[in-house]
């Protein structure tokens, strides 16, 4: 079966740094990628998806993500985190058929 | 679009009781999914329902059940009540055609006394 890790369980980062958030899962195949994001006392929020073409693809709130299938990763980036980024970040993975599998996340706090 | 909607949001329950949580899918989503949101665990797949028919399921013990009706709504069923099913359950919706996202309610958190 699918499964999906995160490198980081927290990461801890100050304003205006930039930010790189790991995730792997197990197997190729025909897979779509997405990275969800849950703010405090929020429900959990699709930021990007990666269906196919481009494997850079660009979501909302500045975040980015590159897909490399050689590696089976699809890590996260932002160029300068601000304090409201603060947050629980989740990758998850479909494939057809399959049910969504998600990472145990990583949770994102940046210090003023 | 109104989004996915949960109810209750909060359920206080003992050892032994079985517990009825709801989800509304957004208006023209057929698939709802329940997720099991622990601390440490992350998110982990209880069952996926399409058209009123479970299509996957995850690997949690038979006292955890669902059904989905004609209108897309879903219901998860929790019978016999353990200490350990003290969690955050979360439905999410989505077309459930090809591989689209998913949209998520704000979940129900069931505390176990």
């Known amino acids: 079966a699918q499964s999906v890790s995160q490198h980081n369980h927290h990461v801890i980062l100050s304003e205006a740094a930039s930010l790189e958030l790991g995730c792997n899962y197990s197997y190729g195949g025909t897979v779509n990628l997405f990275w969800y994001v849950q703010y405090p006392g929020q429900h959990l929020q699709l930021l990007l998806k990666?269906?196919?073409?481009?494997?850079l693809v660009k979501g909302i709130k500045g975040f980015e993500a590159e897909f490399i299938k050689s590696k089976f990763s699809f890590n996260l980036r932002k160029p300068s985190v601000q304090w409201s980024d603060t947050a629980e970040y989740f990758c998850a993975v479909i494939e057809y058929g399959q049910n969504f599998v998600f990472g145990p996340g990583t949770r994102l706090s940046v210090l003023p | 679009k109104a989004g996915v909607t949960q109810t209750p949001r909060y359920l206080i329950k003992t050892r032994g009781q079985q517990v009825t949580l709801s989800c509304s899918p957004i208006s023209g989503h057929r698939s709802v999914s329940w997720y099991q949101q622990t601390p440490g665990q992350g998110l982990q797949f209880l069952f996926e329902?399409?058209?009123?028919?479970?299509?996957n399921k995850g690997n949690f013990p038979g006292r955890f059940s669902g059904r989905q009706f004609s209108n897309s709504r879903s219901e998860m069923n929790v019978s016999t009540l353990e200490l350990g099913d003290s969690a955050l359950y979360l439905c999410a919706s989505s077309e459930g055609t090809g591989l689209q996202p998913q949209h998520f309610g704000d979940g129900t958190r069931l505390s176990i006394l």
């Open positions: 990666y269906f196919s073409g481009d494997p």
């Open positions: 329902y399409f058209s009123e028919t479970q299509r």
